[in-house]
């Protein structure tokens, strides 16, 4: 912490004020005397960001269309987190080297002008997530209306509701990081409580002999399922730095990591088995139209009101956190406006988009699982190479970050640093080879690796292997002042 270690009522102080003051920071590194936040901060912010109702027909869908019985769910439960969530936390610890956000971090590894490549997809990328987290949010509102009022969905509903959800996003992702950490506590607490509530009902009322005597499915589909849930992580990875540049230089790697992990599975895990539990009692669930009305119709209202409004309010949150790292993307794209202006672009587009998935899409989860396969290869190419160079002890020169012209030490050849694109580049092409979803088909989607739903995976060790073994990207030394600059990894992680 900046403060002197005895003076803590000064440390207490500086901790106190930043969490009420609006952000305005944008690319720029946070100094170290601002770095107040603390890693147990880390396990509400990624609860929050799993707050989602979408978890449940996720966990559906193991059991409908993977054919998985519970044993299985189980494992992919408990092991989708700890992959996903295991690589957001290990990519986060740049967020306290260098201070700055992900995408901003990431000049450092593409070059100036080669990260426009991976930003401009990351950022497309994002407008499918917002979108999806709008339709889910617009649809718990409608569900709530009809269960409360019996008002039945319309056309001019949906755009009501998709414009409040999407306002209210705009305006908590707007405000900043201090918003959202204390959104995400509070939320946590509300989430947790109703989440036991539900656990308790559907322990009551569920047939269980039936939830335990499904057949097992494949192993093939049992790894695939791994990876569908895995996604919606894999899709924070880039972003894990956003939410950790405030950490002091000394805060713990395995401290960051663990919180990352736990906050994570602590709701991935229950939803997921109780959506696969839910499963039994509506078997049409995975094809719905509407992802969110079941709950209604299966919880009795006095559950189901209070449990919908509190997930509302987590989908709102997982939005903003998405559209607050969305900005400093758009930012490192070269759009010069303030990042709450930044996020604007992303609500407009999560409007459009919205409306046409709720009002003209005939059916809501095969869009969305094919959206969350292609979104894992479209993040992994990204993450093997970035993940290597910060292997390797990467150290941030905050002035380099900055520059986008020729006299930054990451301009590099015509600012790009052609190891970096490379391998980024062709482990995009080798993911997509494997990649198999309603509307694409890879050449290679038929073999092992397809079958199990591994393109993400093949991504990540394509591009992660070619970046290592290709030439080093020459790096600028560390600023004088770095505070004595990080060690490897492998010396970090023992903090």
């Known amino acids: 912490m900046p ?11 500086a901790h106190a004020a930043a969490e009420t003051a609006m952000e305005t920071r944008g690319l720029e590194p946070v100094p170290d005397a601002e770095r107040t936040g603390r890693v147990r901060e880390l396990v509400p912010t990624w609860v929050a960001a799993n707050i989602s109702v979408l978890l ?41 080297r260098g201070g700055a956000p992900g995408m901003a971090l990431s000049r450092a590894v593409f070059g100036q002008r080669g990260n426009l490549f991976p930003g401009a997809l990351i950022w497309v990328a994002r407008w499918g997530w917002e979108t999806i987290n709008a339709v889910s949010g617009a649809f718990a509102m409608l569900t709530v209306l009809d269960l409360l009022f019996g008002v039945r969905k319309n056309t001019t509903l949906i755009v009501v509701t998709l414009l409040l959800f999407v306002g209210c996003t705009f305006l908590v992702s707007g405000l900043g990081i201090n918003a959202l950490r204390v959104c995400s506590k509070w939320s946590t607490y509300l989430f947790g409580a109703f989440s036991v509530l539900v656990l308790g009902y559907l322990i009551a009322e569920t047939d269980w002999s039936a939830v335990f005597g499904k057949p097992a499915g494949s192993t093939a589909m049992m790894v695939a399922g791994i990876g569908t ?7 924070w990875v880039p972003s894990g730095p956003d939410f950790t540049r405030y950490l002091p230089r000394t805060a713990s ?9 736990g906050g994570a599975a602590v709701v991935v895990i229950p939803m997921v088995l109780m959506g696969a539990v839910m499963a039994v009692a509506a078997p049409d669930l995975a094809t719905a139209q509407d992802p969110v009305s079941f709950i209604g119709e299966l919880l009795p209202v006095w559950i189901a009101v209070p449990y919908l409004l509190v997930a509302l309010v987590g989908m709102l949150l997982i939005n903003s956190m998405s559209m607050y790292s969305a900005g400093f993307t758009a930012q490192t794209l070269g759009i010069k406006v303030p990042r709450a202006w930044a996020v604007s672009v992303n609500a407009v587009i999560s409007l459009v988009f919205g409306f046409l998935l709720m009002v003209v899409a005939t ?13 894992a290869v479209a993040f992994s190419a990204w993450i093997g190479v970035f993940g290597v160079d910060m292997l390797r ?23 790009f640093a052609w190891q970096a694109m490379t391998a980024w580049a062709l482990a995009l092409v080798v993911g997509l080879l494997f990649t198999k979803v309603d509307w694409f088909a890879g050449p290679l989607a038929g073999s092992w690796i397809g079958e199990n739903g ?7 060790a394509t591009s992660g292997l070619l970046y290592a073994v290709l030439p080093r990207t020459g790096a600028p030394a ?6 004595a600059a990080e060690p490897a990894l492998a010396g970090s992680l023992s903090n």
């Open 3 to 13: 403060a002197e270690p005895a003076d803590g009522a000064i440390e207490t102080a």
């Open 56 to 96: 449940l027909t996720m966990g559906a869908g193991l059991v409908i269309f993977n054919k998985l019985n519970f044993w299985q769910v189980l494992v992919v439960a408990f092991a989708a987190p700890v992959v996903s969530y295991g690589l957001v936390g290990l990519i986060s610890i740049a967020g306290k």
């Open 229 to 235: 849930i895995a996604a919606g992580g894999i899709s």
């Open 253 to 261: 790697s395995k401290g960051m990591v663990g919180a990352t992990v």
């Open 363 to 375: 059916g809501f989860f095969g869009s969305f699982i094919s959206f969350l396969t292609l979104l």
């Open 393 to 415: 002890g990467r150290t941030y020169d905050a002035g380099a970050l900055l520059d986008t012209g020729r006299t930054s030490a990451y301009w590099y050849k015509g600012g």
């Open 454 to 460: 591994l393109g993400w995976a093949a991504g990540i």
């Open 478 to 483: 560390a600023p004088a002042d770095a505070d």
